[in-house]
């Protein structure tokens, strides 16, 4: 055990024997990048630490000294922003597979939806209730400060290169692994909700189909949380660029999909403005994590160009139809 002895230098005129309180470590600072000391205990100011190690869960190195210490930071607007964003995955995946296998026969497609909203926002709540402290919707967290905090268990140190000292721990707490308690969350809530809501109002699918949206989310969960397990902390700041281009292609794709050329097309359904404003949302979601609104009269002029994307479409959708190209290069222009 390592042991901070505080001492003071005697009094005198030469300046080469300064008259300040100082702390000395008798033993050496840990190996490796998240390596560090555990306080064992305090005595008065003099704490006494544990053998170099991996930190507790909750805790990190922070600076040369290697002490482990609580994270009791809360997390900032891009953290916020990345996990909405690892919530909203299956969310989009429930809509989309409900969306998928209902068909336009069935009624039950808006059930559903809410009903799969409901799951996840439950779910959300719950882990927040759950995660330290407990019985608060709020959570403390450590500051990313690299890419290398995401994947600690490959910077175990080998000081003689055959013995490795293991220091894997969770440096991004509770980033990492929060988003497995909800994923968890959401699958218990999924099984206990939706079937029972499915055979009820679902009359309009055959039996075979009713519930081949709950199967696919069996698919999904696995993927996401292998996803998280894997990509966690490539996800973490390559998100915000994901959900803007994915918004982005995937409005395309439906507008084209849904031959909608001008204005007075997209009034025809609600259904229609109902996708153009959730994908206006992704849009400014994804312009938000991006600039992370440090600066409020710089940034948020940006959202302005939400609208953008959908109003160039609808602009140039006309020079663009397949049926004018055709009919224009057999007349000879």
Known sequence: MGVQIPFYWAQSNSPMRPVLPMAFNIYPVCLGLYCG????????TTEIYGECGVCPRGQRTRDQLKICRPCTESPELYDWLFLGFMAMLPLILHWFFIEWYSG???????FQHATALIECSAAAIITLLVSDPVGVIYIRSCRVKMLS??????????PDYITTLHCTQEAVYPLYTIVFIYYAFCLVLMMMLRPLLVKKIACGLGKSDRFKSVYAAL??????????????????YAFP???????????????????????????????RLIVLFSHWLLHAYGII????????????????????????????AKFTDPARIHSEGANGH
């Open 149 to 158: 905090d995401w994947y600690t268990m490959l910077y175990n140190p080998s």
């Open 104 to 110: 336009k026969k069935s009624s039950s497609a808006l």
């Open 289 to 316: 994590s991006i600039s992370r609104v440090e600066k409020l009269e710089r940034d948020l002029p940006l959202l302005a160009l939400v609208p953008a994307p959908a109003l160039f479409y609808l602009l140039t």
């Open 241 to 271: 660029y994901i959900v803007l281009v994915i918004s982005l292609i995937t409005l395309a794709v439906y507008m084209s999909a849904s031959e909608i050329e001008s204005f007075k097309h997209l009034l025809v359904q609600k259904k």
């Open 219 to 236: 698919y999904f969960f696995p993927m996401l949380t292998l996803l998280q397990a894997v990509g966690g902390g490539l996800l973490y």
């Open 37 to 44: 000391k555990t306080v064992l205990d305090v005595n008065g």
